[in-house]
């Protein structure tokens, strides 16, 4: 089994990050069979990659500008069997490909996730922070399978998929994840979600797998360690969660929302209510956090979906 690692990059302010995040893939136990490095319509960083990694193959975004976009050129040039896509602001732990790789010794499974750990930049997790809104930091968070499990969808900067299902299903919908227009505004997400829910719709019996083994780290800057952001993120969260339950339909686009928020959250908001009472002050904070990040996701996906419904009348 061959995996080609593609890493979607777009501007030079984030060159140390992206040579970390090489040097991680070319580091792995296992060595991938190709590292693909996919640059968002930018001229001056695709040189200076070509220059600075000749054994890496360095390419322009063919697509729609933004991720989704730089997602589906990496799947187009890659010749491995496995495509595997690792965030530019992530570090990957020696054994990451190996245990992807692991992950598709089943022949029913077309989509392998792995465990994402925040590297803080600012040294410590702001105690206010819920473990159960890492999601919106981009990792793994509390309410996730603990062991390797079947999941609904994978999320998008660690994770791999079979390359020929890639193509069969049309890659991943430009206008759900970010742009370059995103970036510069809202935070915006799930595009790896409405690919991985289409998927399974067009391959019945197609397993997504959760393979925690898979374990990479994702830096978060300070100002994503923001109670501002994390509100902002939320509220882009619920947004895409309309487009995404427009492609996808609701039963499919929020099962895991569902259960996240009637199961994982209330526990959450009740853990810090208790942690509170023992003398830990910080656990209101988590217990605050918890409610105000539910009802501005829900508030963003209601926005979403009046927007779309105006849209189509």
């Not at 217990?287 to 508030?299: E, H, N, P, Q, Y």
Request: with cysteine.
């Amino acid at each position: 089994m061959k995996s080609s690692v593609v890493i979607c990059v777009y501007t030079e302010d984030r060159w140390e990050d992206i040579r970390q995040a090489v040097e991680s893939v070319e580091l792995q136990r296992r060595p991938a069979h190709e590292i693909i490095l996919v640059v968002d319509y930018n001229q001056d960083l695709m040189l200076r990659l070509k220059q600075a990694y000749p054994r890496v193959v360095v390419v322009e975004n063919t697509h729609d500008k933004g991720l989704s976009g730089g997602k589906n050129t990496g799947a187009d040039v890659a010749t491995g069997d496995i495509v595997a896509y690792l965030d530019d602001d992530a570090v990957a732990d020696p054994g990451w490909l190996e245990a992807l790789e692991e992950g598709f010794q089943d022949p029913a499974v077309v989509g392998v996730g792995g465990r994402t750990e925040p590297l803080w930049q600012t040294g410590r997790r702001p105690r206010w922070f819920p473990y159960e809104f890492d999601w919106t930091v981009g990792c793994s968070y509390r309410g996730m399978p603990a062991v390797r499990s079947p999941i609904r969808n994978v999320m998008g900067g660690n994770a791999a998929f079979r390359r020929t299902a890639v193509g069969e299903v049309g890659g991943f919908h430009s206008g759900i994840g970010r742009s370059v227009q995103g970036r510069k505004s809202r935070p915006l997400g799930c595009e790896e979600t409405e690919f991985c829910i289409r998927l399974s719709q067009r391959k019945p019996g197609a397993v997504m797998l959760f393979e925690p083994a898979a374990l990479i780290g994702h830096k978060v800057p300070a100002q994503r360690a923001t109670f501002g952001y994390f509100r902002s993120r939320c509220y882009a969260e619920g947004l895409s969660k309309a487009l995404v339950t427009q492609s996808v339909g609701t039963q499919d686009g929020l099962k895991s929302e569902r259960a996240h928020a009637l199961k994982a959250l209330p526990l959450g908001a009740l853990r810090g209510l208790g942690e509170a009472v023992r003398g830990d002050v910080s656990g209101l904070g988590r217990a605050f956090a918890i409610v105000v990040g539910l009802a501005w996701t829900t508030w963003g996906y209601v926005v979403g979906s009046v927007r779309l419904k105006l849209v189509r009348s």
